[in-house]
């Protein structure tokens, strides 16, 4: 299985919210955890990734991994306007013996002024 | 801070025709990726490009498709026979090492075909 969930939203938070973004998946072989921020028409930008489980901090962004349950938060502190994207959550392992890079569907975040 | 710079950013094609998106990737990375996202739908892995050889493909890289790396810096993905449901955003991206970590992507190319 090879499946990731995340709620396409879009969620809209007023400025200065903490937002919380979250992917679950199926597969105990994904290893590593990234988020990727892609504003409209543009590529996608590594926000943060996390090597198994636990918690990873930069600037007003934070990424939590809970191997057991499958599960993988985003929480932007602070927020601003500009942090308004889509923000994709995607993970890699050895899958068919190859590393694969799978994606969640993306959750288009609003920060409301 | 270094980039993965895409051309053109958006072309428009006719059904049947061939065409050619072009990347030039950072310049120490050993990985190269081509993928692609239809309006509104998750991005889809095409192919892996290590060592100047596919390393591998989903089944969306059947034979239409093919990449190159003629020159030793642009990376190049051709589709030969144009259909409309290979209208997407196509996104290039390079990485040092393959484990998904790290990529960093290009701005992409946004292929209409009419």
């Known amino acids: 299985q090879k499946e990731v969930e995340q709620d396409p939203g879009p969620l809209s938070v007023p400025e200065g919210a903490i937002v919380s973004l979250n992917c679950t998946y199926s597969n105990s072989a994904f290893q590593y955890f990234m988020w990727y921020r892609q504003y409209s028409r543009k590529g996608p930008e590594l926000l943060m990734y996390?090597?198994s489980s636990g918690n990873k901090e930069d600037g007003r962004f934070t990424a939590q991994v809970d191997k057991s349950s499958k599960y993988i938060s985003l929480f932007i502190r602070d927020s601003q306007p500009s942090d308004s994207a889509t923000y994709l959550c995607?993970?890699?392992?050895?899958?068919?013996?190859?590393?694969?890079?799978?994606w969640g569907a993306g959750t288009k975040l609003i920060i409301k002024p | 801070e270094p980039e993965v710079t895409q051309t053109p950013s958006h072309q428009v094609t006719q059904m049947g025709q061939e065409v050619i998106l072009r990347c030039v990737p950072i310049s120490n990375h050993l990985y190269f990726y081509w993928y692609r996202q239809i309006l509104g739908q998750k991005v889809e892995f095409l192919v892996s490009f290590y060592n100047n050889e596919i390393s591998e493909k989903s089944e969306i890289f059947d034979d239409q498709f093919s990449v190159e790396r003629p020159d030793g810096s642009n990376f190049t993905l051709k589709i030969r026979s144009t259909k409309l449901e290979d209208s997407a955003m196509y996104f290039c991206?390079?990485?040092?090492?393959?484990?998904?970590?790290?990529?960093?992507f290009g701005s992409g190319t946004r292929l209409t075909v009419v």
């Open positions: 996390t090597y």
């Open positions: 991206a390079s990485s040092q090492r393959d484990r998904g970590q790290g990529y960093t």
């Open positions: 995607a993970m890699s392992g050895r899958l068919d013996s190859n590393y694969q890079l799978i």
